[in-house]
């Protein structure tokens, strides 16, 4: 019995050794080790793809002419812009290249400069931009691909540079036309105007239409320029170099300016008597003051031409009105002054004459005061001076 239960008792222990072997041969995991490694290598393989990937297009990205834009306008701040300024049609020679890369700093100084894609059809190995400077449009520029490399098999990574810069010049919109006596100087920023800017043909002067039948006079001589890109400086000299005042008219972007009259001078003592005794004697006439004078013109034939318009007139006052003039005592002139010489040429001069002539009337013992406000224009014809023409000027009070 006792041998019996030993038998038994070894075989199922023998059983249950074998058992606890194989159980634990099987709880071994292997397969879940090598399968853990599997998963956890192609883990990091996605990962580093990824990356590759992920690095891969943002150098891709860096690379497209957009991303290299930035660099392109840090190469062009410190290279200056207005270097690639191109001016449309021909420099107006009162301004120079320098006129406009100055006016090209104050339109773009203190802005933003950026550049956006420009419209329109693209050359893929040269795109455009349009450069702007706080939204005003300033030029275009446009990249060139100095090399272009594969990358990832269907990619490629392209090196880009500046092809080509076109900055906009302002529009020269400014014009100037001058109107000045031909004996004068016209400067326009620091340039004197010639035949160049002179238009065709020239006026006499209203004021020397009488007088250009007996003496060269003054004419008015126009010049004129466009393509100026600011109102520009205007300097204006007369015949002894004296520089003039004058006014201007601005309509939009034209500007004008009118000199009809040249500068006053010191007029010699000399001269001036003997306008004032002329004037003084011409005003007799009419006032019956001069002996003869109900006669002929004879007493003032010899201040003026022998064909002058005056005498005309003055011949048909005495034929027709000089009956009419009050009698009175010996006239006595009072206030006089000549002033405003004008010297145009040797032979041609202007300057005003005025006085008070005052005479008691004897019908009626009252004083009667005649005033002469006059312009007078003298000629040298034949050795001596001539009033070629009489501008009477009105009181302004």
């Not at 834009?69 to 200056?80: C, I, P």
């Not at 006129?99 to 956006?116: A, H, V, W």
Request: aromatic share 12%; charged share 25%.
């Amino acid at each position: 019995m006792e041998a019996s239960h030993g038998i038994c008792g070894g075989e199922k222990g023998g059983r249950i050794m074998r058992s606890v072997e194989k159980q634990k041969k099987k709880g071994f995991p292997f397969f879940w080790i090598f399968y853990l490694l599997f998963v956890i290598t192609l883990i990091v393989f996605w990962i580093c793809v990824a990356e590759y990937v992920k690095k891969g297009l943002v150098l891709y990205e860096e690379n497209q002419p957009d991303a290299q834009m930035e660099k392109v306008m840090d190469e062009l701040r410190s290279t200056g812009l207005e270097q690639y300024m191109t001016v449309g049609g021909e420099i107006s020679r009162f301004e120079t290249a320098e006129n406009y890369s100055g006016e090209f700093r104050e339109r773009t100084g203190g802005k933003i400069l950026f550049c956006t894609k420009a419209k329109g059809f693209q050359d893929a190995a040269a795109p455009k931009y349009e450069l702007y400077a706080d939204g005003e449009l300033i030029g275009y520029v446009t990249l060139k691909e100095l090399s272009s490399k594969p990358f990832m098999g269907i990619l490629s990574l392209s090196e880009w540079s500046v092809g080509s810069v076109e900055i906009l010049a302002a529009e020269a919109e400014e014009s100037l036309t001058v109107t000045v006596p031909d004996a004068y100087q016209v400067w326009i920023n620091g340039q004197q105007a010639d035949e160049r800017e002179l238009m065709e043909g020239s006026d006499v002067a209203q004021e020397f239409v009488y007088a250009a039948e007996y003496v060269e006079v003054p004419k008015l001589l126009t010049y004129e320029t466009k393509g100026l890109l600011q109102k520009p400086s205007v300097r204006i000299l007369d015949q002894n170099g004296n520089e003039v005042a004058f006014e201007e008219s601005c309509q939009g972007h034209e500007t004008k300016i009118t000199v009809g009259s040249m500068q006053e001078s010191e007029m010699p003592a000399d001269l001036s008597t003997m306008v004032l005794e002329n004037a003084e004697r011409y005003t007799n006439y009419f006032s019956v003051d001069l002996p003869g004078c109900r006669n002929s013109v004879e007493p003032i034939r010899d201040l003026f031409p022998q064909d002058s318009y005056y005498l005309q007139l003055a011949d048909t006052y005495r034929r027709e009105d000089m009956w009419m003039y009050s009698d009175h005592d010996a006239p006595v002139f009072m206030n006089e002054s000549v002033s405003h010489y004008v010297r145009y040429t040797e032979v041609f001069f202007s300057c005003e004459v005025y006085f008070d002539k005052k005479m008691k009337l004897k019908k009626t013992g009252r004083d009667k005061i005649d005033t002469t406000h006059f312009r007078l224009y003298y000629g040298l014809l034949d050795g001596s001076w001539k009033i070629l023409d009489i501008q009477t000027l009105l009181d302004e009070s």
